[in-house]
């Protein structure tokens, strides 16, 4: 066989599966091309981490990647101060593009562009988040592992040129890789991903991501190890630490929705300002935070082992929480590249500890459990509540204690943080709150998500035929002869409309006319506009209302100046989805 004959056959077989691709139930296809987003969200986010901490070992005092404690006062100002600074340029460079920023861009992406992402965002974010945690700005490494995880799947899906639905598929496969291996928690990725990026819980959309999942936390061990971000040993609850857990909760709902407020209203009060003056007053103030609390510099988890291990004093706990509120709602609120996860967990640890260590006086009765326990319930109320994603919250800190009696506790305070946060103060996700910050919304509308998990290709009819508007009698037989549904009736201006081929035939029969002008014959007629195959059906609803057109024709280009139709879907196709 030679190779035109090989490189026939392999497009043949990628145009099947295509096709197949755009039925929202397609699991095979979907189950391999979830594996191989895995391993690229995987390969890209190993790479990430080994870039930030070599260069954070190589920089900072002492053996850890996060001793920022160990510098001199003014390294600690001017370090996030020069990382503002070149974070400014870096963005600027790009012309703004990109200054939504991390699981926010991915959002974004999703509801305005069908999850398609570019190398030039890729690279820019990587670069930009990778500054932004080595120069120790107050936010956490989970967003950019999200983001790059994401990007990786969507351009894994515009390379194979994939329907649209299969791209936000594997945007979601890469954003559950990106949780998984930033934490060792593969399932707290695949349920994030579920939540909060695709919103649906059904098993095409399971399969594929816990799949991605599992092959990125496979890699991320394979290169660091199997050792848990936290180091986590707690006593089991019981009943009596109950009373104390809702306290925490009703704290953590309410802090929440005070960084919730904060990070919103320093970032419209800042986007008159030019980007980089925004990043430069970002690192200025996480600069002088840094001088004063230096624990609230880079990620921070040093710091939430430091509060699991019961080895901060309560005076401590109390100060590095406040500059942290500030110092990330800075940052964040600026546009600091960068995830508000890791923030999150660490203000939820702090407000853990206070709240562990207040269970020790008379009031309470004694702490029934170790302080661990309450560091750990307060991480998953934190961030439940500040990213309205309860389950995800639930299932991160069952996988980093692997203590089942954590459930209960954790469940009872991780709903009432969220309720708290999303009910009394009317708080939306920190993603969402950041997108309508920066004039977008994120429409959750059930009727456009079942759209958007349907491509063009699935629901197109493929019986037509293509005519001019002059046919003799003896070639309007020859095309009914096919039995087609439709028919594309171009006319000699070159515009395109539809009409159904069973009128054609019924004037054939009652008419012994040589010369047909389909202008002439009685015949229903619809305007047509034209989609690509890779198209969703939300994306042809669209389309039909900014047009005004009627029906649509799907089209795939075949070359660079020429374009084949495939299939006809008309309205009543699209709404026959709604019940998907």
Not at 186 to 213: N, Q, R
Not at 227 to 236: K, L, M, N, Q, S
Request: hydrophobic letters at 50%; charged letters at 15%.
């Amino acid at each position: 066989m030679n190779a035109k004959a090989l490189k026939d056959g392999w497009q043949r077989r990628l145009d099947e599966a295509r096709l197949q691709l755009a039925h929202p139930d397609a699991l095979l296809h979907l189950a391999v091309v979830g594996l191989l987003t895995g391993l690229a969200a995987g390969g890209v986010i190993v790479l990430f981490r080994l870039a930030v901490e070599g260069v954070q070992v190589m920089m900072l005092p002492g053996d850890g990647p996060e001793n920022y404690e160990g510098l001199t006062w003014w390294w600690r100002l001017l370090l996030p101060l020069a990382g503002g600074v070149l974070i400014g340029w870096l963005f600027r460079w790009n012309k703004g593009d990109d200054n939504v920023l991390g699981v926010t861009k991915v959002l974004e992406r999703m509801a305005y562009h069908q999850g398609r992402m570019s190398w030039r965002s890729l690279i820019l974010q990587f670069v930009g988040a990778a500054v932004a945690i080595v120069t120790g700005q107050s936010v956490g490494r989970e967003g950019p592992h999200v983001y790059l995880g994401a990007a990786s799947g969507s351009l894994l899906g515009q390379h194979l040129q994939l329907p649209h639905n299969a791209i936000r598929t594997l945007v979601a496969c890469g954003a559950a890789a990106g949780i998984a291996a930033s934490f060792n928690t593969p399932l707290a990725g695949v349920i994030f991903s579920l939540e909060v990026i695709m919103l649906e819980y059904t098993v095409a959309s399971f399969i594929p991501v816990i799949l991605a999942a599992v092959s990125a936390t496979a890699l991320s061990n394979a290169v660091f190890g199997s050792e848990p971000t936290f180091r986590v040993i707690i006593d089991a609850g019981s009943l009596a630490d109950l009373p104390l857990v809702l306290v925490l909760g009703l704290a953590a709902g309410t802090l929440s929705a005070l960084f919730s407020q904060l990070v919103e209203t320093t970032a419209r009060h800042s986007q008159p300002l030019p980007f980089w003056l925004r990043t430069s007053i970002a690192g200025l103030l996480v600069g002088l935070f840094g001088v004063l609390v230096p624990q609230v510099m880079g990620i921070g988890y040093d710091t939430v082992n430091a509060a699991l291990n019961g080895s901060l004093v309560f005076s401590l706990l109390i100060i590095i929480l406040i500059a942290k509120l500030f110092a990330t709602s800075s940052a964040i609120g600026l546009g600091i590249p960068g995830g508000v996860i890791g923030p999150s967990l660490f203000m939820g640890a702090m407000l853990g500890g206070l709240m562990g260590m207040l269970g020790e006086y008379p009031l309470f009765n004694g702490l029934v459990s170790n302080s661990a326990f309450y560091v750990l319930i307060g991480m998953g109320a934190m961030m439940g509540a500040s990213l309205q994603a309860p389950l995800a919250a639930l299932a991160a800190i069952m996988e980093l204690s692997y203590h089942p009696d954590i459930i209960l506790p954790g469940m009872l305070a991780i709903v009432v943080a969220s309720l708290v946060s999303k009910r009394l103060f009317k708080k939306d996700s920190l993603f969402i709150t950041m997108l309508r910050a920066n004039g977008m919304d994120y429409d959750t509308n059930p009727v456009l998500q079942a759209l958007r998990r349907v491509g063009v290709a699935s629901k197109m009819r493929r019986s037509f035929a293509r005519t001019g508007e002059t046919l003799q009698r003896a070639q309007a037989l020859a095309l009914l002869q096919d039995e087609p549904d439709w028919l594309v009736v171009e006319s000699d201006q070159g515009s395109k409309y539809l009409m159904p081929a069973v009128d054609l035939a019924r004037h054939v029969e009652e008419s012994e006319t040589d010369t047909i002008e389909l202008t002439q014959i009685p015949a229903q007629r619809f305007q047509l506009t034209a989609i690509h195959l890779q198209a969703t059906l939300q994306e042809a609803m669209d389309k039909l209302q900014q047009t005004g057109a009627e029906a649509i024709y799907v089209e795939q280009p075949t070359s660079p100046d020429s374009r084949r139709i495939r299939g006809i879907l008309t309205r009543s196709q699209i709404e026959s989805a709604y019940g998907l």
